[in-house]
């Protein structure tokens, strides 16, 4: 992976202590990167169907995106990405606290790149930061669960 390039991540998640240790998480993987950050679903349906690709909007590099949001649910969002020409083929990572199988069985349908389920140890929260890196640094292009 090309260490210098600073990568573009759009972050969609309500929690801010789980914001804090993903940038934590990526910081001690050794990724250079800038988070944008929405913490509400209703924001975020917002920002993904008036994205446009211009000079002043670079697309994102990596979408990481929780399903339980506030307003508006994380599949109603995946589901907007999806059907933006601007941000279709956006990589998804789907970051959650959910264990629903039914919810990962629709997100999967929808192209993500990982489904990670949110550890409670920070010591495995702090390792989704490779995952990520992993990611980012593929040259074949945005990895199946």
Avoid: C, W
Avoid at 5 to 10: G, N, Q, R
Avoid at 24 to 35: D, M, P, R, S
Avoid at 46 to 60: A, C, I
């Amino acid at each position: 992976m090309n260490t210098s390039k600073i990568f573009d991540l759009l972050v969609v998640e309500d929690n801010p202590a789980d914001v804090y240790l993903l940038r934590h998480a990526l910081q001690k993987a050794g990724v250079n990167f800038e988070l944008t950050v929405i913490e509400d679903g209703a924001e975020a349906l917002e920002f993904v169907r008036d994205y446009k690709k211009s000079g002043e909007n670079q697309q994102p590099d990596l979408a990481i995106l929780d399903l339980n949001l506030p307003s508006q649910g994380g599949i109603e969002i995946l589901t907007a990405i999806r059907k933006n020409h601007d941000l279709a083929d956006v990589p998804v990572v789907i970051l959650t606290s959910s264990f629903a199988p039914l919810e990962r069985a629709q997100v999967e349908k929808l192209h993500i790149s990982r489904f990670i389920t949110k550890p409670a140890d920070l010591a495995d929260f702090l390792q989704i930061g490779n995952v990520l890196k992993e990611l980012l640094g593929s040259e074949t292009g945005p990895l199946t669960v």
